[in-house]
């Protein structure tokens, strides 16, 4: 039989409990804990609508039941139970992996082994190479954890009102997009970026056109202009993130004219002051190897306060 499930209020509390203590003098328990838990509604959504597993076994069509794509709640050890899931990179069904969204405690490396074991008694079916876990402690420490095991995304983020404050460079402004009239150049933007550092392309990838079109619509996408000409965008989305009310990064790129001049920093300058409301932070996730963009964001006043890493999962 499966372990009983957890309330959504019951995940909302255990997710709180797990985050930076920093992110904790930036929204008020009570407000934070009702926005995590509408976030976890869905993770028990997850565990117990079988129509919707159905859809998704239908979709993923890896030869697997619908009741085998439901979230499992799993008393891992005596103080540690962990929501974890079945999930798919890129929606490649060759890339299983299980996801730990949830658990009653702060992660530590010693919970690994029992963690792993867990996720394959749960999901072994899928053949699932990795297990994914959050934790709010600095990369390093989950990275020599376990041999194998990598950086996935850092959460990089910090109230809109105090990055507003640093200065910004001369010919350096922000413009309200309009149209899609720069995309083109984005992608070759990162193209080439991609082609001087190989590693950047499995790092970050340029906003799609219908995610650009969604951040025009909400009027939070920006022209980069530096000494008057077009040399990238910054934008993000009105979201939720890790319970935090957020502008959640979309898309931060300068056009390499205008790469090596120090502009990243500013640009979040730029960007927080262009955006609306004090109560909300300027949010977004950066992949944990991508040492500049993580270097600018720390510049700019953002701190990084937890993410994701990837624990290799093998058959015992």
Not at 12 to 22: D, I, K, V
Not at 75 to 83: C, F, K, N
Not at 185 to 196: F, I, K, L, Q
């Amino acid at each position: 039989m499966p372990d009983p499930l957890p309330t959504a209020a019951d995940l909302a509390a255990f997710s709180l409990a797990a985050q930076h203590p920093l992110t904790r003098t930036w929204v008020d328990d009570r407000t934070r804990l009702a926005l995590l838990a509408e976030e976890h509604a869905f993770d028990l959504q997850l565990a117990t609508d079988l129509d919707l597993a159905a859809q998704r076994a239908d979709f993923l069509n890896v030869g697997q039941p619908p009741a085998a794509f439901l979230n499992r709640w799993a008393e891992v050890g005596p103080d540690l139970g962990a929501m974890l899931s079945i999930r798919f990179e890129g929606l490649d069904r060759e890339k299983p992996f299980v996801d730990a969204s949830v658990t009653t405690r702060p992660l530590t490396p010693d919970d690994l082994p029992a963690l792993q074991q867990a996720a394959l008694d749960v999901y072994g079916a899928f053949q699932p190479g990795r297990l994914r876990v959050w934790s709010a402690a600095p990369l390093e420490g989950w990275t020599a954890a376990l041999p194998g095991a990598s950086a996935d995304l850092r959460v990089l983020a910090a109230p809109l009102a105090a990055l507003r404050r640093r200065g910004v460079p001369d010919g350096l402004t922000l413009r309200p997009a309009r149209d899609l009239t720069h995309h083109g150049e984005a992608v070759a933007a990162y193209a080439a970026v991609d082609a001087r550092h190989p590693q950047h392309a499995g790092q970050a990838r340029v906003i799609e056109e219908d995610d650009l079109r969604a951040c025009i619509e909400a009027g939070t996408m920006f022209d980069v202009l530096w000494r008057g000409s077009w040399s990238g965008y910054a934008g993000t989305l009105p979201e939720t993130q890790l319970g935090l009310p957020a502008q959640v990064v979309q898309e931060l790129l300068l056009a390499p004219h205008a790469r090596g001049h120090g502009l990243g920093p500013p640009l979040s300058t730029l960007l927080a002051r262009a955006l609306p409301g004090d109560e909300r932070v300027l949010s977004g996730t950066i992949h944990g190897e991508n040492l500049g963009a993580r270097r600018a964001a720390r510049n700019a006043g953002r701190h990084d306060v937890g993410g994701w890493s990837w624990v290799p999962l093998a058959e015992a």
